[in-house]
């Protein structure tokens, strides 16, 4: 709801307003002493493990979460810094993840091949084992639970590559650093995306069989 607001201010009075809302006054008196009582809940696990269709580990996997916020809606989970992960997990040499620290709720987990979020140009597979987020498979924790059956199969076969050239329409010269993006041709969701290079060359190297 905070990500839809206009501007960056915006979403910055409204997240301390949100803070603010649940922050409970504390009178201190001089020679007294004030007691007060911090209840913290302790937070949900999510893991599994992320394999190849041959069964080997799939190693330093990313990934994207997403949380069910109302009937139909879907907000990412974790915040972006310095173009880093919003989720700072990857699978380890077994190809096993464990997500921490998150709120009690359904969730879908997605698996990003390769690990960069610099370029998007990655496969991307959610638990279910679909390429596409909302067709995916949802995982429900209560607080303080860990689920440890949410895995996903990466398949080796039916996988693309995509590739082309950007250029003026008017002169023929290539288009550097342009933004290209690779969209699902039924309802235009966009699957990844990556920049031209210095030739106005681009390349998707993970495609599944679909219509784009």
Known sequence: RIRKLSTDAEQILEAQREWMNHMVEVTVAAQRTSDITIQIERASVIEGSVTYEDGSPAIGVNFRLFRKTGESSWTGVGVVLFSGPA????????????????????????????????????????????????????????????????????????????????????????????????????????VMSCKTDSDGSFVFPYVPKNKY
């Open 87 to 190: 989720v700072p997990v990857i699978t380890d040499s077994h190809g096993h993840y464990a997500v921490s620290s998150l709120a009690a709720g359904e969730y879908i987990v997605c698996a990003v091949i390769p690990d960069s979020y610099t370029d998007e140009a990655g496969l991307t597979i959610c638990t279910g084992n679909t390429f596409r987020w909302h067709q995916a498979k949802t995982v429900t924790v209560g607080q303080g639970e860990t689920v440890r059956d949410a895995d996903i199969e990466i398949p080796l076969t039916g996988i693309f590559r995509v590739e082309g050239t950007v250029t003026s329409l008017a002169d023929g010269r290539p288009i550097i650093a342009d933004d290209v993006a690779l969209v699902y041709a039924d309802d235009k969701e966009k």
